[in-house]
C-alpha cells in the first residue's frame, strides 16, 4: 500500500507480557517516528530513525521500551514486561527528510 | 519549556462560520517547519497544512489557512466556513531540522448544526 502501515490495530496484552508492535513505513522515507498517545492527550514522542540509525531515544519512558529498524525500513517498537500504564494507542509516522509526517492508523494497546 | 502551546481545550463553532485554531511555538533555530494535523475519533492522523520558517506567505489549502505571526512564534489555523465533518480534535506541530516532530496537547473543536 502507499500509506504507512502499523500491525497488529489492536493488541491486549497481560501485564508482564511483551509485545511487538511492527511499523511499515513509506517507501522511500528516511525518517521514522514512534509516538505514544493516550487518550484524550497530544502524541508524546517516543523515538526517531533516520535510516537504520537511531538517532534519538530520549522519549522511551524506561528501558523496557527498545525500538528498531534494522535495514532502515520496516520499525519495531518492543515492550517487555508490560504494565497497565503502557496502555496507549502507539502512533509510527514516516518522512520524506524535512516533508510532513505520513500517520499509521496506530496500534492500540491494552494491559490487563 | 513546552516546545508548542494550544491553551485551547475545547472550541465550538457554528456550521458555516469560520474559527481559529491557537497555536504558539517556542525555538531558538532560524529553519523549522509548522504542521497542523486533524484527528477525527477513527484516530487517524491526518495533515492539513504546513508553514516554512522562511516562508514569507501564509499558507493555505482550501479552507485551511495558517496565520504565521514569526516574532509573536504563532501559527494559528483558520478554518473557514465549518463544516460537520471538521469536528475532531486539532495538534499543532513543529520540527526542527533533523528533529522530531513536537505536538501540542490538542484543541478539540465542535461544529454545531
Known amino acids: 500500500g502507499a500509506g504507512v502501515s502499523q500491525s497488529p490495530r489492536y493488541k491486549v496484552a497481560k501485564r508482564g507480557q511483551d509485545v511487538a508492535l511492527r511499523c511499515d513505513p513509506i517507501s522511500g522515507h528516511v525518517s521514522l517516528f514512534w509516538y505514544q498517545q493516550a487518550l484524550g492527550q497530544g502524541p508524546e514522542f517516543l523515538t526517531y530513525?533516520?535510516?537504520?540509525?537511531?538517532?534519538?531515544k530520549s522519549g522511551l519512558p524506561s528501558d523496557r521500551f527498545f525500538a528498531e529498524r534494522p535495514e532502515g525500513s520496516v520499525s519495531t517498537l518492543k515492550i517487555q514486561r508490560t504494565q497497565q500504564e503502557d496502555s496507549a494507542v502507539y502512533l509510527c509516522?514516516?518522512?520524506?527528510?524535512?516533508?510532513?509526517?505520513?500517520f499509521g492508523q496506530g496500534t492500540r494497546l491494552t494491559v490487563v | 519549556a513546552q516546545k508548542i502551546t494550544q491553551t485551547q481545550p475545547g472550541m465550538f463553532v457554528q456550521e458555516k462560520e469560520a474559527v481559529t485554531l491557537d497555536c504558539t511555538y517556542d525555538t531558538s533555530d532560524q529553519s523549522y517547519g509548522l504542521f497542523w494535523y486533524k484527528q477525527p475519533s477513527s484516530g487517524e492522523m491526518i495533515f492539513l497544512i504546513y508553514q516554512g520558517s522562511y516562508d514569507e506567505q501564509n499558507a493555505t489549502e482550501g479552507r485551511y489557512s495558517l496565520n504565521f505571526q514569526k516574532a509573536r512564534k504563532s501559527a494559528n489555523l483558520v478554518i473557514s466556513a465549518s463544516q460537520l465533518g471538521d469536528s475532531a480534535m486539532y495538534f499543532c506541530?513543529?520540527?526542527?531540522?533533523?528533529?522530531?516532530?513536537?505536538f501540542g496537547t490538542g484543541t478539540s473543536l465542535t461544529v454545531i448544526p
Open positions: 506541530a513543529m520540527r526542527e531540522v533533523g528533529n522530531q516532530f513536537y
Open positions: 509516522a514516516s518522512s520524506f527528510r524535512q516533508g510532513r509526517a505520513f
Open positions: 530513525f533516520q535510516n537504520e540509525a537511531q538517532l534519538d
